[in-house]
């Protein structure tokens, strides 16, 4: 009798646990995040689809990130996003059982949902034909998603490709998150050509994809009549110094890109010459990072000869270039000079302290340097935090001591 009285008195405390868990739900307000929990389980993705779909709720933003969600799971969510009115934001990001089935479900309900404008779906498996699924909701006059993630996600060019056609129809999308997909010089030329008619793309992350030379013309292609991507990703993508020199050229007609990463893509004195060519012309370009690029310090003179001239960059990363102390006397001389850079990093570059106190030097006249990094190669720490020391002092003249 002990034993059945407590089980009931444990089930009626379960139940209550659980009514209490759909009332939090129901009445949140804006936000519920569920960060790497491992496993959610059907029934904690009920309540939260059970939540979604009251006309009281307020949900604004879901996050289930790592939580064990499979395909099933996420078509209960797909239901419940069809009915929804209020969620903004949904983070599903590394369920890796959503897969295909899941993602065609999620697509279905964004071409009848008029609110979710943010999609991260990180590594959760669903392949060239879930891709497809998503990429045909965004084609639909209600679509109102504004930023897709589909990072780590074996999409590869038929994938990119059907995105690639989206944008050329699409008007809401803004932010693209594309790395580690697979996509190669098929699906980069793809996305390229869309970008030669699309007005509303603002930034594309397409880094390790293996785009190659191909790609890197394509991209450059459409660069020189695009003119609303402000921000383009392409680091680790193979494409060498001939995939540069095409952007380069770009860069001196281009007026709308604003950030452009390049890392680990081994391009060279011959690439970062073309870069520093463009940068002597263009004034739009406010960040530029060509970290373990073999630019060698001949590279970083060239770059810092265009520093002279440029007017309008902001930010430069040439961390782990090998550009030692001749590249860094030569960057001190283009500070001296330079009006506008904030942001140096020449970390593990074969900087020796002779190139450090120059530049030291030159901060003592330069004053718009918000930050230098030279670490890794026995710059004494009384010299590091002389250079500190007078960072800070420009921070604060600008006001951002952070």
């Not at 009931?8 to 209490?20: I, L, S």
């Not at 697509?107 to 990429?135: D, H, V």
């Not at 038929?158 to 996509?183: H, P």
């Amino acid at each position: 009798m002990r034993s059945s009285s407590r089980g009931r008195q444990e089930q009626q405390q379960q139940e209550q646990d659980d009514n209490e868990k759909d009332r939090e739900l129901q009445s949140s307000d804006r936000r519920v995040c569920l960060p790497f929990r491992r496993d959610l389980g059907a029934e904690g993705v009920r309540r939260i689809a059970k939540a979604l779909v009251m006309t009281t709720t307020t949900i604004q933003s879901l996050n289930v990130t790592s939580s064990n969600i499979g395909y099933e799971d996420a078509t209960v969510l797909a239901t419940a996003l069809g009915i929804n009115h209020s969620l903004q934001e949904l983070v599903l990001s590394f369920n890796i059982h959503i897969g295909c089935q899941g993602a065609t479900a999620i697509g279905k309900a964004l071409e009848i949902n008029n609110t979710l404008q943010t999609l991260y779906l990180a590594r959760t498996g669903i392949g060239p034909a879930g891709t497809r699924a998503i990429a045909k909701a965004m084609e639909t006059n209600s679509t109102t998603l504004r930023e897709l993630c589909l990072y780590k996600n074996n999409i590869g060019p038929e994938g990119a490709t059907a995105l690639g056609k989206t944008l050329e129809i699409n008007k809401t999308l803004k932010v693209l998150y594309l790395s580690q997909a697979d996509i190669g010089p098929q699906g980069a030329t793809a996305l390229a050509t869309a970008l030669e008619t699309n007005t509303t793309l603002r930034i594309l992350v397409i880094d390790w994809n293996e785009i190659r030379v191909e790609g890197a013309i394509a991209m450059a292609t459409a660069l020189e009549t695009n003119t609303s991507l402000e921000e383009l990703y392409l680091s680790s993508n193979l494409i060498g110094p001939e995939g540069v020199k095409a952007l380069a050229k770009a860069l001196t007609v281009n007026e709308g890109l604003r950030v452009l990463r390049l890392d680990r893509n081994n391009i060279g004195l011959e690439g970062v010459v073309a870069l520093a060519k463009a940068l002597e012309t263009n004034s739009t370009l406010r960040v530029l990072h060509l970290e373990e690029d073999n630019i060698g310090h001949e590279g970083a003179m060239a770059m810092a000869k265009a520093l002279e001239i440029n007017t309008a960059l902001q930010e430069l990363n040439l961390d782990y270039n090998k550009i030692g102390d001749d590249g860094a006397k030569a960057m001190a001389k283009a500070l001296e000079t330079n009006k506008t850079l904030r942001k140096l990093r020449l970390a593990y570059s074969g900087i020796r302290p002779e190139g450090a106190m120059v530049m030291v030097k030159a901060l003592e006249t330069n004053k718009i340097l918000e930050e230098l990094r030279l670490e890794g190669d026995g710059i004494s720490i009384d010299l590091m935090k002389q250079i500190r020391n007078l960072i800070e002092e420009n921070r604060k003249s600008h006001g951002s001591e952070n």
